[in-house]
């Protein structure tokens, strides 16, 4: 008993330290992830806490419709050009001032284009005054994208728990604001995008004159070049087709005048999307490790890779749902925390919601694994198609129906998404083995 113990426990150290290493340091990378998630979880239980008792829930929908705008075009003025950098540097390994003075550069026009494009497409669909939206629409993809950029900028030159750090700051600003607002009685949506904005702006500021030159970045604008469009809109496309179908729905809902069941809609979603952290989490820190080379000869790489990890994330997932299900129907004092009387109908829609979590841990490591075997745009069709069927499924279903609608049509079409790039990651995985077994013609 007694020297079987070290050895027992020694087996358990290693195989503790091969979960730990396994993904190449996936565990460590996704602690930091999650740190970023729960203080982001912490803002938005904070600020939709407060909101809740100086909105109505029709007031409440137009902010989340003009949300799920905005996070639409944020594919195009920082996802796309920030994973387009990871991309430059983890594949390409390209210089850190060249991708530095084409992506900045990129972000900032981008970024001025999106959001008067977003404001004017706003002032016709949300029924919000122009200062609120105005303020609102670029505080997030001017002020915030060039600070997300500038992280990502961080995580190429640093580390991974470096760009978590940077990310931490924006999200601590929103804690403090939204209290702040509210204490002083001036939590008003105006201020709200106003107080974003400047504390935005001049973080990024002081990321872009002080922090980055600290890390040896020569801070340069230039005029983008064309393959530095191209790589970007290889990213932003799909994403941007994948927040239609997230945030879609909201924006639909102020589209057919449904605003409170909009606001009733996004109160429910917010408590889902709670329960989906772990897998934004694990998801976020596994991205990178998809993009580099290294899988030449090994026949189903990228399918057994993306496996393995779909049935990690699944498993979360199930765990997941089951808490979010305790806490409705066996420990309701938990909920009612988060939703106030007023937007108690709230309730009735988060159980159907919940079953978005398990599809969504299916759907989103295929994909991936598509970047890893160079599918860029075969990757881009298979969200462009779903975003698609949900745009359509959001015209036939939430007119005549409301929430009920669009929640059809959130599942239907994560159904659709799970299934098609579980499909094409398949196929051009064989294609890729098969491509990889021919015999390579010998030169004369």
């Known amino acids: 008993m007694t020297s079987a113990g070290p050895a027992v426990l020694g087996r358990a150290r290693a195989r503790l330290m091969r979960a730990w290493q396994a993904f190449d340091g996936l565990a460590e990378d996704t602690l930091w992830s999650a740190a970023l998630d729960m203080l982001a979880v912490a803002a938005a239980i904070i600020s939709f806490l407060l909101l809740q008792q100086v909105l109505t829930p029709a007031s409440y929908g137009s902010f989340s419709g003009l949300y799920g705008l905005a996070t639409t075009f944020s594919a195009i003025t920082y996802s796309g050009p920030g994973l387009a950098i990871i991309q430059r540097r983890f594949r390409y390994n390209q210089g850190l001032d060249d991708i530095q003075a084409s992506f900045l550069s990129l972000t900032l026009i981008a970024g001025s284009l999106s959001t008067v494009v977003a404001v004017g497409l706003a002032l016709i669909i949300i029924e919000l005054s122009v200062a609120e939206i105005v303020l609102i629409t670029a505080s997030e993809l001017f002020a915030n994208s060039l600070i997300l950029v500038c992280s990502w900028l961080v995580q190429v030159a640093v580390s991974f728990p470096a760009m978590i750090r940077v990310r931490m700051v924006p999200v601590g600003l929103k804690i403090v604001a939204v209290p702040v607002l509210f204490v002083t009685g001036q939590l008003t949506l105006r201020n709200l995008g106003l107080a974003y904005l400047v504390l935005y702006g001049g973080f990024a500021l002081w990321l872009i004159t002080t922090y980055l030159p600290r890390l040896g970045y020569t801070i340069r604008f230039r005029k983008p070049p064309a393959d530095a469009w191209r790589t970007s809109a290889v990213f932003a496309v799909p994403l941007a087709a994948s927040q239609v179908q997230l945030d879609g729905d909201k924006v639909a809902l102020n589209a057919f005048n449904l605003q409170t069941d909009a606001g009733l809609y996004a109160a429910a979603y917010r408590v889902v999307l709670l329960g989906a952290l772990p897998l934004r989490v694990i998801g976020q820190a596994a991205f990178h490790r998809f993009l580099p080379e290294g899988d030449e000869g090994i026949p189903g790489y990228h399918l057994r890779r993306s496996g393995k990890l779909t049935l990690f994330m699944f498993g979360v997932s199930v765990a997941v749902a089951g808490a979010i299900y305790f806490v409705l129907y066996l420990a309701t004092p938990v909920l009612d925390l988060l939703i106030s009387e007023e937007f108690s109908e709230a309730k009735e829609i988060v159980p159907w919601l919940v079953l978005f979590i398990p599809l969504l841990a299916i759907s989103s490591t295929p994909t991936n694994g598509l ?36 929640v059809a049509a959130t599942l239907a079409s994560e159904v659709y998404l799970a299934i098609v790039s579980w499909a094409a990651m398949i196929y051009y995985q064989r294609q890729a083995d098969r491509d990889r077994s021919r015999p390579q013609p010998v030169d004369a």
Request: proline fraction near 3%.
């Open 371 to 406: 970047l890893g075997l160079g599918r860029t745009r075969e990757r881009a069709a298979v969200y462009i198609s779903s975003a698609g069927l949900s745009a359509l499924l959001y015209v036939i279903l939430i007119p005549g129906r409301g929430w009920q609608g669009a």
